[in-house]
């Protein structure tokens, strides 16, 4: 049996100690009371021996006495002296009765006659009278036992004397039940005399004992001389005292005492001590079942808290008031708890709360996108995601520091925060500048809609250490179930969806599975557009640029259309995104500045004098080698520098500034002339744009298309401009859907422009016939 | 025990027969008593007695003191008849009695002299006691001769007798058999020395 709780095995341990020590005591106690009482046993029977000898002697004694009284009786001596036997019979019948003896004889030393008083021959007598007399004559008197008639008597001779020895006085007791009770209240001993005589069994003279028990002692002390008997069921201490041994007669007195009697006034102790022992026991049973109880309980309780501890649960208390070491175990396991709860919910707070702007962070935002995933597949319902990055945020870091940068991020997340159905919706920032919106129960038009909203809501410029600074955003939306099932991938796909908005710079974008690379449909997207790039299925488009004064013809803009084979003609914003997330927007680059120096060199050919305006991407930018492509390039098409102009976006140079403008200087040495795109929508500051070797710049066809009805728009453009010229750079406006606003551009003085008014874009081989036509147009 | 304890009277017929027959007729008897060990005897009582029944001379007297309640002395021979007087020379009472059949009497508690003494007119051993002390003891041999002595603390015996034929008798009051007699015939012609052994029982001596 196996004890595996504290409880039971403290307690059968001790259990089993405190009996073992009580067994073994009672053992001790038992073996000690039994050895003691056959101790005792054994001392009253030696006692009583000494008694009964004792009694015996006085017996012998206060016979020798009556005798010696009788014997110096003076008329008893004078009757002895006149030989008057009758006087002698009388006189000793006499004296016996004064002293209770049962016999008293007289013998003559004159004439040998015996006279005897009792129930004796005198064939019996004669012989031990002789005897005793002659033991008498040594010692001046004697003392003897004899069997008369198989009866014992106690004999004592005294001579008389006048003043010679003139006869004996004989005087006997019988030893007899009176002698045997005698003794035994004087002792407290069962006294049996046995005798024998002329080799006759032994039989019973006189005893205390039951006839039965007589008999049955008589049986066992004829054959052996055992100190202790057993006598119907009772043991008995014996002890033997042999009285008279002489010849074949003998005769003993057998001194007894009950062990089980002696053992009795023990045996109430022991039966005490047994209902002590059993009643400690059982009191102990209950101290230790209450003892271990208490021990174990809160250990079992801490137990218990410890194993809810690890389902996580801490709303346990713990509050002991016991002062012993329990106690404090159980204090100190408390404010271990409390500890481990406030360490957890710190934990937690960095785990799943964004410590700046006290936005729910990626992982809690992930977790949250779980659940509502969940619900909403439960539910039959739509869901959004938004994921939200701030555009130039680097700049933004860097030209007003990390304080308020990180104060940005705060006013975006409060802004954020109270644009939000606060009931449902989710908002948390995924790290940096990058913010995300959990929107439960809303279709992909509500999404777009929200998008919108928020993009409004984030147009008024945000205050920051008393300056306001216009922030804007890309948001990428994705949407359960159009667009994936699972968090991680709904967000990654949202996340997508965003970089394309930024790279577009279009505000929201709706997640599309191209714009997934690793997904299958875009793995084959890509070698698809490896095979357009390698088989002329991508085609140069111009948008002529006129001098705004003249109306002249002065440059195109180079754009990509992708004539797919079974999709039909693609728009770059279709693919160009996926280009520049997959690399192959390198390569498409090549292929456009390649077209493009084929096209002008044809073109020149013609005589047409327009320059080629090439887009080049961020990572156009940061290529290193870009220079000596683009070198190596003119030198196989045979063009002279200058056919082919170069177009930088101000986001593109701001991933890495420092790069861009180094490779912009190398091309600018090399004479490429350099425009910054979609001026106006960037954070480049004058300074850094000072410094570029840009000879244009392109005010964005955001500012340009509202100016009409817009005047901040107007000033704008107007100031661009002006900031333009002061900076020596010719300007360029995108956008001119009117003659109005070319006018308008115009009378600004604004240099060049473009725009669906002038020409959309067109196949670069439609260039000279529009160009024709566009003469004739201005020549009319 | 010295002769002087005689009566004076009994003396001078001793000495009226001495002077009366000459040295030629008269013996002296001379009996040494030991016990059968050879140890001599005194107190031994040796008296001869003659074949020829001749007429007694008349007894002589004695006297049995009693002091510091004893007997003095022991052992007395006296002739047949001869009268005992018991002077009690101590102050306590003394009650002297004999059970012996040679004569049985009692003088009950008296002090000094009594008046009248005991006439011992019978041959044989008389044992005196005092019903009052019973350690004192005494004994005296009634014979039925003048010839009769004690043996002295050397066991030696004297007595003078006239030639003619006699029985010599021994006793000692410790003798084994305390009713025995030494007896032997004696034709005494001339001084004549006899040893005598008896058989002692030792415990029965009376030291004093």
Redesign the interface.
């Known amino acids: 049996m196996q004890f595996k709780s504290l409880q039971s095995r403290m307690a059968v341990i001790f259990l089993t100690l405190i009996l073992a020590i009580q067994v073994a005591g009672f053992l001790a106690i038992k073996y000690s009371i039994n050895k003691n009482s056959r101790a005792a046993v054994n001392e009253q029977l030696e006692i009583g021996e000494r008694v009964f000898l004792n009694l015996l002697k006085q017996n012998g004694d206060s016979l020798g006495q009556g005798a010696k009284i009788l014997a110096s009786d003076y008329g008893f001596r004078q009757a002895i002296a006149s030989v008057d036997y009758e006087t002698i019979l009388s006189a000793l019948s006499n004296h016996q009765s004064r002293i209770g003896a049962d016999i008293a004889m007289f013998e003559s030393s004159a004439t040998g006659n015996l006279t005897i008083s009792g129930k004796v021959s005198h064939l019996e007598a004669a012989p031990i009278v002789d005897k005793l007399i002659q033991d008498g004559q040594k010692n001046g008197g004697a003392q003897s036992y004899a069997i008369f008639n198989h009866q014992p008597y106690q004999l004592v001779a005294v001579p008389v004397k006048a003043p010679l020895t003139i006869g004996w006085i004989i005087m006997g007791f019988q030893i007899d039940d009176t002698l045997a009770q005698n003794l035994h209240k004087l002792s407290n001993l069962d006294v049996t005399f046995i005798s024998r005589s002329n080799g006759s069994d032994w039989q019973s003279m006189a005893s205390t004992l039951s006839m039965t028990l007589t008999e049955k002692l008589l049986d066992k002390a004829s054959t052996s001389r055992l100190t202790e008997l057993s006598m119907g069921n009772t043991d008995y201490g014996t002890r033997y005292v042999p009285i008279m041994e002489h010849g074949d007669e003998s005769l003993v007195a057998i001194l007894q005492r009950s062990i089980d009697e002696a053992t009795a006034p023990y045996l109430v102790l022991q039966r005490n001590l047994l209902l002590l022992t059993l009643l400690g026991a059982v009191v102990f049973a209950c101290v230790i079942f209450y003892v271990s109880k208490r021990i174990s309980q809160p250990i079992t309780e801490l137990a218990d808290t410890a194993r809810k501890l690890e389902e996580g649960n801490f709303a346990i208390p713990l509050s002991s008031t016991r002062e012993d070491e329990l106690g404090k175990l159980s204090r100190a396991f408390g404010s271990m708890v409390d500890a481990i709860a406030s360490r957890e919910q710190s934990i937690t707070r960095l785990a799943y709360w964004d410590e700046l702007t006290g936005l729910p962070n990626r992982a809690s935002f992930l977790r949250e996108l779980g659940i509502a995933l969940q619900q909403a597949l439960d539910q039959r319902e739509h869901l959004a995601v938004l994921v939200m990055n701030l555009n130039h945020f680097k700049q933004i870091n860097k030209v007003l520091g990390h304080e308020a940068a990180d104060d940005l991020l705060k006013g975006v997340a409060q802004r954020l925060q109270s644009s939000i159905r606060q009931e449902s919706d989710l908002v948390a920032r995924l790290g940096g500048d990058e913010f995300a919106l959990l929107l439960p129960r809303t279709s992909i038009d509500n999404a777009t809609h929200v998008a919108n909203m928020l993009l409004k809501k984030l147009e008024s410029p945000i205050r920051i250490a008393d300056q306001a600074v216009d922030i804007s955003m890309g948001i990428g939306i994705a949407c359960y179930p159009d667009h994936a099932y699972s968090q991680e991938k709904l967000l990654g796909n949202a996340e997508m969806a965003m970089h394309v908005a930024k790279a577009k710079q279009s505000g929201a974008v709706l997640f599309d599975p191209a714009f997934d690379i690793s997904s299958q449909g875009n793995l084959s997207l890509a070698s698809e557009l490896r095979q357009a790039i390698a088989g002329h299925e991508l085609a140069l488009y111009v948008q002529p640029k006129i001098d705004l004064q003249t109306g002249n013809i002065s440059a195109v803009e180079a754009l990509i259309r992708w004539r797919h084979p079974q999709k039909g003609l693609m728009f770059p914003d279709q693919f160009i995104p996926f280009a520049e997330q997959s690399g192959l927007i390198s390569l498409i680059s090549q292929w456009v500045l390649a077209e493009a120096a084929r096209v002008e060199v044809a073109w020149r050919r013609l005589a047409i004098d327009a320059p080629i305006a090439v887009n080049l991407s961020t990572r156009d930018l940061i290529d290193q080698n870009l220079p000596n492509k683009i070198l190596s390039l003119h030198q196989d098409a045979g063009l002279v520098l200058g056919g082919i102009t170069l177009e930088i976006t101000e986001s593109s140079m701001m991933d890495d500034p420092q790069r861009a403008q180094q490779t912009l200087e190398r091309l600018s040495d090399m004479g490429l002339q350099l425009s910054i795109d979609d001026f106006g929508t960037g954070y480049s500051s004058l300074a850094y744009l000072k410094r570029l070797p840009v000879s244009e710049l392109k005010i964005d066809k955001s500012f340009v298309l509202k100016m009409e009805e817009d005047e901040s728009d107007r000033k704008i453009v107007r100031s661009t401009i002006d900031l333009g010229h002061n900076l020596n750079l010719k300007v360029v406006a995108e956008g001119i859907e009117s003659r109005a606003v070319w006018d308008l551009l115009a009378s600004m003085g604004c240099d060049y422009g473009q725009g669906y008014h002038i020409s959309k874009p067109m196949p670069a081989a439609d260039f000279p016939a529009w160009l024709q036509h566009w003469q004739a147009q201005a020549a009319a | 025990m010295s002769p002087s304890l005689l009566h004076p009277a009994c003396r001078l017929i001793l000495l009226a027969t001495l002077l009366v027959s000459c040295r030629t007729w008269a013996a002296e008897l001379t009996v040494s008593v030991t016990d059968s060990a050879g140890t001599p005897l005194p107190d031994a009582v040796v008296w001869a007695e003659s074949t020829s029944k001749m007429p007694l001379p008349p007894p002589n007297t004695a006297a049995i003191e009693q002091k510091n309640r004893q007997f003095l002395p022991l052992v007395s021979v006296v002739q047949t008849g001869a009268s005992v007087s018991f002077p009690n020379r101590d102050k306590v009472k003394h009650h002297v009695?004999s059970?012996s059949p040679a004569k049985?009497f009692e003088l009950k508690l008296y002090s000094g002299v009594p008046s009248t003494p005991v006439i011992f007119d019978k041959a044989g051993t008389v044992?005196?006691?005092?019903?009052i002390h019973?350690?004192?003891?005494a004994f005296i041999r009634v014979v039925d001769t003048p010839y009769f002595a004690l043996s002295d603390s050397s066991g030696k015996a004297t007595i003078i007798v006239p030639n003619g034929a006699y029985t010599l008798y021994v006793w000692h009051y410790a003798q084994s058999n305390?009713n025995a007699l030494f007896e032997k015939p004696l034709a005494v012609k001339a001084d004549e020395q006899t040893a005598v052994k008896l058989d002692i029982n030792s415990s029965a001596l009376q030291k004093r």
């Open positions: 009695y059970f049985t044992v005196l006691g005092c019903n019973d350690q004192m003891l305390e």
